[in-house]
């Protein structure tokens, strides 16, 4: 996802995430990079030019969990969109973008792995990737938010 603001400005999500790496979990926050050029037209395609301030908003609720515990972990991409994947074990939410609307207005799939399937598999690849070539939150992202 580019921002997910609504999730960060949720307490209950924060909750959440502390819970789940107490029962050791991984949890993995991938957000868009708010100085690259992908998250800029992003915004211009919404028509309104905010994207980069939505995800230092993020970045600014997110900040007490920066460094709690060392399997809550955050990167910024820089990757064209094209879905806001969220992911917890075998079940996946593909939320799918269409050019012009926000991401709330648009389907969302609800994926299972199954044997024999590939869809979730493809989806799960590309959040591989994408963190993969993600880059560290700084604190310069953090004094910017």
Known sequence: MYSGLWLSEDPLFHDLLKAKVQGNAQVRILLGDPDCAAVKQRGIDEGHQIMDGK????LM?????FGSHPDIAFRLHDATLYNSLF???????????VYGIGAYMAPALHLRRMPGGGLFD????????????????TDHD???A
């Open 87 to 97: 992911r917890a074990d075998d079940e996946m939410l593909v939320n799918t973008h």
């Open 142 to 144: 953090l004094m910017g």
């Open 61 to 65: 609720n997110y900040r007490p969990l």
């Open 122 to 137: 493809t989806y799960a690849n590309g959040i591989e990737q994408t963190w993969g070539g993600a880059r560290q939150v």
């Open 55 to 58: 995800i230092r908003n993020a």
